[in-house]
């Protein structure tokens, strides 16, 4: 999936759980999916953090759910979407992937300052930690961050006035990064 669009999103449909009372509730996860699609018509306001975060309901008794892998990964892809959608450069680089991000990407990531009244992760520390990633991606080698690293990390919490960023948008790119390291990881085996 190199481009997705909000009607590719509106006609996406999952493939169903294994019987019992596993997987998500279908309705919830197309509901969803609508919103998203807003989002990026601009009728609606979820960000990457809202959608790396939501949680649905299991399926209705009787009834199987949509596959749990399936869903979080086209969440995944959306993710990417929007933050390309958000940074203005339009649609994916041809032969690009939505889940495939780059040295370059890495250095035009900007996060928000945190809400009002909310504290954020250090500005400094975000920084260094996307200068090690830059890094990893550029050169693959094996000092790299590897997706254990990623999951591990610490960010401490700016006192007021220091310069910070919007704690859920940088948990939410750290789960990218670290699905995308896994990815890759798994390649080269």
Same mark, same amino acid.
């Given at each position: 999936?190199?481009?997705?669009?909000?009607?590719?999103?509106?006609?996406?449909?999952?493939?169903?759980?294994?019987?019992?009372?596993?997987?998500?509730?279908?309705?919830?996860?197309?509901?969803?999916?609508? &919103?998203?699609? !807003? +989002?990026?018509?601009?009728? $609606?306001? =979820?960000? @990457?953090?809202?959608?790396?975060?939501?949680?649905?309901?299991?399926?209705?008794?009787?009834?199987?759910?949509y596959d749990i892998d399936e869903v979080d990964?086209?969440?995944?892809?959306?993710?990417?979407?929007?933050?390309?959608?958000?940074?203005?450069?339009?649609?994916?680089?041809?032969? &690009?992937?939505? !889940? +495939?991000?780059?040295?370059? $990407?890495? =250095?035009? @990531?900007?996060?928000?300052?945190?809400?009002?009244?909310?504290?954020?992760?250090?500005?400094?520390?975000?920084?260094?930690?996307?200068?090690?990633?830059?890094?990893?991606?550029?050169?693959?080698?094996?000092?790299?961050?590897?997706?254990?690293?990623?999951?591990?990390?610490?960010?401490?919490?700016?006192? !007021?006035?220091?310069?910070?960023?919007?704690?859920?948008?940088?948990?939410?790119?750290?789960?990218?990064?670290?699905?995308?390291?896994?990815?890759?990881?798994?390649?080269?085996?």
């Open positions: 999936m190199t481009r997705v669009t909000p009607d590719d999103v509106r006609r996406t449909r999952f493939g169903h759980a294994p019987s019992g009372p596993h997987g998500y509730h279908p309705a919830q996860v197309d509901a969803f999916c609508a &919103r998203i699609a !807003d +989002t990026m018509l601009g009728r $609606d306001h =979820l960000s @990457i953090a809202d959608i790396r975060h939501i949680e649905f309901d299991g399926p209705p008794p009787g009834h199987r759910g990964d086209f969440l995944d892809h959306v993710c990417m979407e929007l933050e390309y959608l958000r940074r203005g450069r339009g649609r994916l680089p041809a032969g &690009r992937t939505p !889940d +495939t991000l780059t040295h370059d $990407d890495v =250095l035009r @990531i900007h996060f928000s300052a945190p809400p009002f009244g909310f504290p954020g992760y250090l500005a400094d520390e975000v920084g260094a930690f996307l200068d090690r990633l830059a890094a990893t991606l550029a050169h693959h080698g094996p000092n790299g961050l590897t997706p254990k690293d990623v999951r591990d990390i610490t960010f401490h919490l700016a006192t !007021d006035g220091a310069p910070a960023y919007h704690r859920e948008e940088v948990d939410a790119f750290l789960d990218l990064v670290v699905h995308q390291l896994e990815k890759s990881e798994a390649s080269r085996h």
